[in-house]
């Protein structure tokens, strides 16, 4: 098999298993699994073997400290990490372009399905009741029965028959998200916001109707005007005194803005006690609640397992803030080391591509605003993030590269050796 195929099921199959319903069962466990199995080469450096160590070390801790600590929490942990790993190892910067285009397909697919449902239900409806059952799973919440049809390309689920485009991913948030991060590969690649790829993700971002979505996109563009130097500095001030206007005037006059906003804000105490933490701000406020109770939390953590955390009576722990989340679960010192990790890879993508330095603090911060809403820093896609810098500063940080997806301007030849220039096609 080709070596560009191989990437794309690796990548495939890494972004299915962190974010769609159909691949997060059992299923998408093992082939995963059976992937890594297949392909498998020691592709991995030192450095990710000794994250792994300190992934292990620290569930072991969890495991003793607390009595009920699931083992199988312990396996799929480590699991998501080692698949990170080896799929970023593997593929190297071809990630980014893979990414991309299952990205750019996701979203074409997604607005002609959420087109064809706003012009025409009936058929859609027809459509989602003809697929085999074998795509259909349930979810119950709290006593509610939530019917999830996901024929791999798109989420048939109560979100989208309310009007929100999931895309094949688990919620519009995940969605938006996900898009997000992939205007920031595709500004990185080409060094454009706005071409081609760049107008299809900014619609489908609209069809979400997330409030983090919106916020955090507004965030993107905003830094990408104030920052590029291809706008004269009057266009820059213009342009961004229009966007603040326009996104003030949004958040006070669209609901699902200010007010959903509020509406959590209001209903904490009840999302506390009755739901486990079912909002960003119950579940921030439960897990720094949790991780500052005692020191030992504060340093190790208290892992990943529903009964070492703070739950309901009947053990319903539905937390939703990636970010302290990640501090709960791990404790400050690996909370520190995984986003500084972060920082690290989008600081060496933008030396790397030449962007303005000061936009790798800008891709961080928006991980971390989107990570707000999404529990993304447990998800194996996250994971591979981190790594991206360690293999850029290795065998990518002297190369002019100019492959179909990667434009680098020219730069005195003596810098480079282009006999080193390899590993980075996608096939």
């Known amino acids: 098999m080709k070596q560009g195929y191989i990437n794309f099921i690796l990548v495939f199959l890494l972004l299915a298993l962190s974010t769609s319903p159909f691949f997060k069962q059992s299923i998408g466990f093992y082939l995963a699994l059976i992937s890594v199995i297949i392909f498998f080469k020691p592709v991995i450096r030192l450095e990710a073997i000794v994250f ?111 009007g929100r485009n999931n895309g094949p991913f688990w919620e519009p948030t995940v969605f938006a998200s996900l898009l997000i991060i992939a205007q920031i590969f595709n500004f990185l690649l080409t060094k454009k916001l706005f071409n081609k790829k760049g107008i299809v993700y900014s619609i489908t971002i609209l069809t979400t109707l997330s409030t983090t979505g919106y916020f955090v996109y507004f965030i993107l563009v905003l830094s990408y005007f104030l920052l590029t130097n291809k706008i004269n500095i009057f266009f820059k001030l213009a342009a961004g005194v229009l966007l603040l ?35 960003r701000v119950a579940s921030a406020t439960l897990d720094l609640k949790e991780v500052t109770a005692k020191n030992i939390y504060l340093l190790l953590g208290k892992g990943s397992s529903k009964y070492s955390r703070i739950g309901t009576t009947n053990k319903n722990v539905l937390r939703n803030c990636g970010i302290t989340s990640l501090l709960a679960e791990w404790g400050l010192p690996f909370f520190i080391l995984y986003l500084s990790l972060l920082f690290y890879s989008f600081y060496q993508l933008t030396k790397l591509f030449q962007v303005n330095r000061v936009m790798s603090i800008v891709f961080t911060s928006i991980i971390l605003m989107l990570s707000f809403s999404e529990v993304f820093f447990s998800l194996p896609l996250f994971h591979a993030f981190i790594f991206i810098g360690f293999i850029v500063k290795r065998e990518y940080r002297s190369l002019v590269i100019t492959k179909e997806f990667i434009t680098i301007p020219p730069e005195p030849l003596e810098e480079y050796d282009l006999k080193k220039l390899k590993g980075i096609s996608t096939g």
């Open 52 to 162: 792994l160590l300190l992934v292990f070390m620290l569930e072991q801790y969890h495991y003793f400290y607390f009595s009920n600590y699931e083992p199988w929490v312990i396996r799929q942990v480590l699991f998501y990490f080692f698949v990170a790993i080896f799929t970023i190892y593997y593929v190297k910067l071809s990630f980014l372009e893979i990414y991309n285009r299952i990205l750019y397909v996701a979203a074409i697919i997604s607005l002609i399905v959420y087109s064809l449902y706003i012009i025409y239900p009936g058929i859609v409806i027809s459509f989602v009741n003809a697929i085999p059952s074998f795509f259909t799973k349930y979810k119950e919440i709290y006593e509610t029965n939530y019917k999830i049809v996901n024929p791999v390309f798109y989420n048939f689920d109560f979100n989208f028959f309310k």
């Open 245 to 279: 206007y326009t996104g003030f005037y949004l958040f006070n006059n669209v609901p699902f803005l200010k007010e959903k906003i509020n509406n959590e804000l209001a209903s904490v105490d009840t999302e506390i006690e009755e739901k486990g933490g079912n909002s």
